[in-house]
């Protein structure tokens, strides 16, 4: 398991503002045992391949997901979301916390494919200012960006993975 202290600069507000809230998710979910993992341009950009990210995309134990319903009320407007034709994802929430916008699921489905969360592929921590942040498994957002369609990120995580 690879532990990395993230102590670059953040210059950009917004991210800021993503960082903080991300860190208030880690010490929420921490303090609840909730097993989770960052994944989609989150993890990318903790691993340096990407300048940025927009949102929060947080990968659950379907097991959870009620405990994360009943935590998360408070902090932010949640919003159900039905299954996109696409993903069919068994549970996907919605909540805005601090105008950061907050993806979370469970059993990720694309195209018929399940891609839930296993803990034995949270693979990588990030210590962000004293919270230790879980990062999915780089290969498995390989997999859902080739399946989404999202070539840029292939190529991105592609490059990464052959050093």
């Not at 549970?91 to 916390?97: K, R």
Request: charged share 25%; net charge negative.
């Amino acid at each position: 398991m690879k532990q990395v202290f993230w102590d670059k600069p953040i210059f950009q507000e917004d991210i800021q503002n993503r960082l903080q809230v991300l860190k208030q998710l880690a010490v929420i979910f921490s303090q609840h045992h909730i097993t989770w993992a960052l994944g989609s341009s989150g993890l990318l950009f903790f691993h340096g391949l990407v300048d940025t990210f927009h949102d929060l995309d947080i990968m659950v134990l379907n097991s959870e997901v009620e405990t994360i319903r009943l935590i998360l009320q408070h902090q932010g407007t949640i919003h159900e979301s039905p299954p996109h034709p696409m993903y069919q994802t068994k549970h996907f929430i919605e909540l805005v916390v601090d105008e950061v916008e907050i993806d979370i699921m469970a059993d990720l489905t694309v195209n018929g494919f399940p891609y839930p969360l296993d803990p034995e592929e949270i693979d990588h921590f990030v210590e962000l200012e004293g919270c230790r942040i879980p990062l999915h498994k780089m290969e498995n957002w390989l997999t859902i960006y080739r399946a989404i369609g999202r070539l840029e990120k292939v190529q991105i995580i592609e490059k990464y993975l052959k050093k």
